[in-house]
C-alpha cells in the first residue's frame, strides 16, 4: 500500500485560498486513483473530489464544484487540492486517499488514508 502524508492546511478568513498537498511514498502512486475527504467536527467524514491515475478524470461533490481543483503529479508522488472562495462551512480535517477511481468515493472502499490536516476558516 501506499503512505500518504497531508500538508497545507491552516486558518484562514472567509473567502481566501489554500492549497493542500498531499506526498505519497513508494513508486506506485500513479497505479493509484486518489481522493480528497473531509470530517468537520462532529460529523461523519465526507467525499470531496477524486481524481484518475492520469489525472484526466475528476470529480467533485456538488458543495464544492467551481471553488475546488484537484490535481496531481505523478512525477512528485503528490495529489492537490487548490481551495479558493472558502467558507466557514469548509472547517475541516482535511484527509488524502488512495484506492480506485469508481470505489474510492466510499469510504469503505478507500485503500490507504492520511493522516489529516486541519483547515479552519473563520467568518
Known amino acids: 500500500q501506499v503512505q500518504l502524508v497531508e500538508s497545507g492546511g491552516g486558518l484562514v478568513q472567509a473567502g481566501g485560498s489554500l492549497r493542500l498537498s498531499c506526498a505519497a511514498s513508494g513508486r506506485t502512486f500513479s497505479s493509484y486513483a486518489m481522493a480528497w475527504f473531509r470530517q468537520a467536527p462532529g460529523k461523519e467524514r465526507d467525499f470531496v473530489a477524486r481524481i484518475s491515475r492520469d489525472g484526466g478524470i475528476t470529480y467533485y461533490t456538488d458543495s464544492v464544484k467551481g471553488r475546488f481543483t484537484i490535481s496531481r503529479d505523478n512525477a512528485k508522488n503528490t495529489v492537490y487540492l487548490q481551495m479558493n472562495s472558502l467558507q466557514p462551512e469548509d472547517t475541516a480535517v482535511y484527509y488524502c486517499?488512495?484506492?480506485?477511481?469508481?470505489?474510492?468515493?466510499?469510504?469503505?472502499?478507500?485503500?490507504?488514508w492520511g493522516q489529516g490536516t486541519q483547515v479552519t476558516v473563520s467568518s
Open positions: 486517499a488512495a484506492g480506485n477511481y469508481y470505489t474510492i468515493s466510499t469510504m469503505t472502499r478507500v485503500q490507504s
